[in-house]
Structures are given as structure tokens and as C-alpha cells.
């Protein structure tokens, strides 16, 4: 159960969009819509804003997105913000009861 | 309001024992899997095991089985992470986290999240 693959940083200038992309396998990714994202701040903990591949948790502005084809999964997010700078892991099920979370990406806002 | 309140830091020596705690409220304990989490200083997040605060039915992660074990207390709404034997690699911030928007036979993704427990481990 290999960790998912995500580049290690990303950056944008405000009002732009960037997109992060997280690749797994046909058993994890690939198998099953159930890709979440969270945001972690530092010194935080993490904070669910995408889950089942597209949905928003209530309170998640729609300036996040989620999308996924074949064994990858992406994160979209326009209009950057100052306070998205931030940490990024995308996680999925790999079946019977287990999850695998992406190495992370750290975003910033130029 | 969902809460997930985990007991205070720990600082233990190599080959202690240890057992960490995560409280929930504002829902009905036994409804939602829990999970556990671990971020090693300056690394990403490494899911560990997850348990069914109901029937204690267990799953761990191929990197953690056998190394560390959970449980609940159902009387108490408490989920647990034991090690019997520390190793300094143990250091790291060990979170707990409810699952959610679960489905037949899909226990749903970590939603909410616990404000986490730094482990430190040094002789």
C-alpha cells in the first residue's frame, strides 16, 4: 500500500487558479470514488474540503473542486486566496476498511 | 457540535508503553467509525487503523499491524491508541478522526478531526 503520488509544491497568484494532482492505482484511486482532500495549516489540523471525489462538506467554498480520471484524481482551486497557502493531501479507499493518503503539496500564494 | 478531544502530549523513553485517548461528543459515539492518523515532524499524513466504536471490529494499516493496537470504550465514548514497546521512530503527532458520509458497506472518509497528540520518544 504505496503512499499516492503528489508534486511536492505548487504556486499561484492571487485571483489565479492551480490544480493538484494525486495518482494511485486501479486499488485505490482508480476502484473507487471515494478520493477526499484535506488542507492543513501548519500547526493545524487537517480540514476535509473535498470528499467522494466532487463533493463540498458544508461550509467548503465552491472555489474548491475536485475531479478525477482513470488513477488520477486533481483539486482544483480558483480565485486564489492568501489563506489558501497551505499543506494539501488527497486520501482513498484502497477497500476492506483501509485508506492511503497522497504525500502532500504544498501551495503558495505569490 | 462534533468534537474529537484528544489527551495532552506525551514524552516517553524507548521501550516504554503508551496509551493515548480521543473523546467524542456531540454525536452518538457508536454510529461512526474512528480512526488514527499519524504525521511524523516535518512529513505528511499516514493513515493508520480504523475501528467500528460498535462492535470493535479493527482493521490496521500493513504498516502499523502489529505495532500498535486500538480500541474503545464504549461507556465512555473514547477511542484508544496502545504501543507496548516505544521506538524513537514512534515520534510524530498522532491525530484521531471520525469518519463520515459513509454508504452500505463504506464507513466514509476522515471528516471530523481531533486536535491531535504529539508523541515524543527519547532516551
Known amino acids: 500500500q504505496s503512499a499516492l503520488t503528489q508534486p511536492r509544491s505548487v504556486s499561484g497568484s492571487p485571483g489565479q487558479s492551480v490544480t493538484i494532482s494525486c495518482t494511485g492505482t486501479?486499488?485505490?484511486?482508480?476502484?473507487?470514488?471515494?478520493v477526499s482532500w484535506y488542507q492543513q495549516h501548519p500547526g493545524k489540523a487537517p480540514k476535509l474540503i473535498i470528499y467522494d471525489v466532487t463533493r463540498w462538506p458544508s461550509g467548503v467554498p465552491d472555489r474548491f473542486s475536485g475531479s478525477k480520471s482513470g488513477n488520477t484524481a486533481s483539486l482544483t482551486i480558483s480565485g486564489l486566496q492568501a489563506e489558501d497557502e497551505a499543506d494539501y493531501y488527497c486520501?482513498?479507499?484502497?477497500?476492506?476498511?483501509?485508506?492511503?493518503f497522497g504525500g502532500g503539496t504544498k501551495l503558495t500564494v505569490l | 457540535e462534533v468534537q474529537l478531544v484528544q489527551s495532552g502530549a506525551e514524552v516517553r523513553k524507548p521501550g516504554e508503553s503508551l496509551k493515548i485517548s480521543c473523546k467524542g461528543s456531540g454525536y452518538v459515539f457508536t454510529s461512526y467509525w474512528i480512526g488514527w492518523v499519524r504525521q511524523m515532524p516535518g512529513k505528511g499524513l499516514e493513515w493508520m487503523a480504523i475501528i467500528n466504536p460498535r462492535d470493535s471490529d479493527s482493521t490496521y494499516s500493513p504498516s502499523f499491524q502489529g505495532q500498535v493496537t486500538i480500541s474503545v470504550d464504549k461507556s465512555f465514548s473514547t477511542a484508544y491508541l496502545q504501543w507496548s514497546s516505544l521506538t524513537a521512530t514512534d515520534t510524530a503527532m498522532y491525530y484521531c478522526v471520525r469518519h463520515g458520509y459513509y454508504s452500505a458497506g463504506y464507513p466514509g472518509t476522515p471528516v471530523y478531526w481531533g486536535q491531535g497528540t504529539p508523541v515524543t520518544v527519547s532516551s
Open positions: 486520501c482513498s479507499y484502497a477497500g476492506t476498511y483501509t485508506w492511503v
Open positions: 486501479s486499488s485505490d484511486v482508480g476502484g473507487y470514488n471515494y
